[in-house]
């Protein structure tokens, strides 16, 4: 399957981006360090939280294909740069997921957030480090 994006520049530091098949658009900015203002996602955070979303994406799939009641995961993503090539040099992606379900149930969601392709496509000189942490629904008060 061929997916297609395109994008234009659109000022000296920005691009805008368009997904063809759904015409969705966003708009990317050089990073603070790099002469952008830091009001838009440059192309690396893109690349950053997209290992985020991604793994979260196949979690929760995985999750609902098996019946295993998952209330929310949510990531959070620290990516730190290097210098000398300029490059994402470490990610750090904290998961959060909240659910109710055995030990076995919640190895198995971790199991499946790790086989996520962004996972399997970035440079093995990339610093990954990950968490994983399950945290009980909430009951309702009553």
Not at 3 to 31: C, L, Q, Y
Not at 122 to 135: A, F, G, N, Q
């Amino acid at each position: 399957m061929i997916v297609r994006t395109f994008g234009d520049t659109t000022g000296k530091t920005t691009v805008n981006i368009v997904h063809e098949e759904s015409g969705a658009t966003i708009e990317t900015m050089a990073p603070k360090d790099n002469g952008g203002d830091g009001l838009l996602f440059s192309p690396t955070d893109l690349c950053a939280t997209s290992l985020g979303a991604c793994a979260a994406t196949i979690m929760n799939m995985y999750a609902y294909n098996s019946g295993i009641s998952v209330g929310r995961i949510s990531y959070t993503v620290d990516k730190e740069m290097s210098a000398n090539p300029r490059r994402i040099g470490r990610l750090t992606v904290s998961y959060e997921i909240v659910t109710d379900c055995s030990e076995l149930e919640f190895e198995k969601i971790v199991r499946a957030g790790k086989t996520c392709p962004l996972r399997h496509s970035i440079h093995p000189d990339i610093v990954l480090e990950e968490s994983y942490e399950r945290v009980a629904p909430e009951t309702p008060e009553g």
